[in-house]
């Protein structure tokens, strides 16, 4: 079964961090680009960061550029979302997604498969 699995999250204090895994099951996560994406409650699902498979580059969305780092082991078939400084406005459900090929991908629909999501909470 082709799957993303999630680990990490939880309940921090404002200015706390936290670090978000995601971990590829049964397909290696070489050859597919990678983005985080999270949604509050009432709003729409957004994009926060992006990695392409082949050049190493990394785009940030600006509410967390400077704040959150996106990165990869391929060795380990995961993904990890760093993420630091953080806000109220921060909280949310966080998904990774994996889309094959070796750009980054800015769209939701864009991806092919998705982690289960997991809740972030920033709150004293």
């Known amino acids: 079964q082709l799957q993303l699995v999630q680990s990490g999250g939880g309940l921090v204090q404002p200015g706390g961090s936290l670090r978000l895994s995601c971990a590829a099951s049964?397909?290696?996560?070489?050859?597919?680009?990678i983005g985080w994406f999270r949604q509050a409650p009432g709003k729409e699902r957004e994009g926060v960061s992006w990695?392409?498979?082949?050049?190493?580059?990394?785009r940030y969305a600006d509410s967390v550029k400077g704040r959150f780092t996106i990165s990869r082991d391929n060795a380990k078939n995961t993904v990890y979302l760093e993420m630091n400084s953080l806000k109220p406005e921060d909280t949310a459900v966080y998904y990774c997604?994996?889309?094959?090929?070796?750009?980054?991908?800015?769209?939701?629909?864009?991806?092919?498969?998705w982690g289960q999501g997991t809740q972030v909470t920033v709150s004293s």
């Open positions: 049964g397909f290696t996560l070489d050859y597919y680009a």
């Open positions: 990695h392409s498979s082949t050049d190493g580059s990394t």
């Open positions: 997604a994996a889309r094959w090929g070796p750009t980054i991908a800015i769209m939701i629909d864009e991806y092919d498969y």
